[in-house]
């Protein structure tokens, strides 16, 4: 039964009723659950979403699925996300997403992951659905929009060299990929979100 539960998963993440039918052999699945998590052959992310144990797993978990799921609606962005692409050179460890819910921190067995709040007039436009694999699709902030929410929750900006140190001195951005920013995108990001977006795009507008 244990490989049929295996190979019947598509993928390292999975939730309850995948669980439970896949164990429905069982007269009390509950009961079997319980027994794999003692085991540690699978490990409860939170209620209701697992991941397979190390002797079960074929392949790494996906975090930033496990983002998407945890707690929703929210999709990656800030520092996880500018990591992610290549922006900043530092490895991110905790998965920070953005929620038009209310914040949220979760430490769980496989990572921290961390939803910061956001207005909900301005949460939808720059979200992209990123196709990790061909069994992983992520909800994820574009480029532009991962450094548009870093800027959201940054101390206002007195002016263009500020800005210039913030992205180079105290984030270590990359000029390349900075300057590869579409600025079209960064435009209407700077209508919705105001000031410190308003002189990234004077800066970049400058760059070019």
């Known amino acids: 039964m244990l490989l049929t539960l ?22 009390n699945p509950r009961v079997k659950i319980n027994d794999l998590l003692k085991k540690g052959e699978i490990i409860r992310v939170k209620k209701g979403l697992y991941v397979f144990g190390p002797e079960l797993a074929r392949e790494p978990y ?25 922006l900043i050179p530092e490895r991110v460890e905790t998965v920070t997403s953005v929620t038009n819910k209310r914040k949220k921190l979760f430490n769980t067995p496989v990572g921290i992951f961390s ?6 007039s301005i949460y939808s436009y720059g979200v992209t659905l990123y196709e990790v694999d061909k069994h992983h699709s992520i909800l994820i902030a574009t480029k532009e929009k991962a450094l548009s929410d870093m800027l959201y929750f940054s101390e206002k900006m007195t002016d263009k060299a500020r800005m210039e140190k913030h992205l180079f001195e105290d984030l270590r951005m990359d000029t390349e990929e900075l300057t590869g920013l579409n600025l079209r995108k960064v435009k209407k990001l700077a209508r919705l979100y105001g000031h410190n977006v308003s002189l990234l795009y004077n800066l970049l ?3 070019k």
């Open 6 to 27: 295996r190979n019947s998963a598509l993928t390292e993440e999975f939730d309850y009723n995948f669980i439970k039918h896949a164990l429905s052999e069982y007269k």
């Open 62 to 86: 996906s975090k930033e699925t496990l983002a998407n799921l945890i707690y929703g609606p929210s999709y990656i962005s800030l520092e996880y996300a500018l990591s992610f692409y290549g």
């Open 115 to 120: 939803y910061r709040y956001i207005n909900p």
């Open 205 to 207: 507008e400058s760059m």
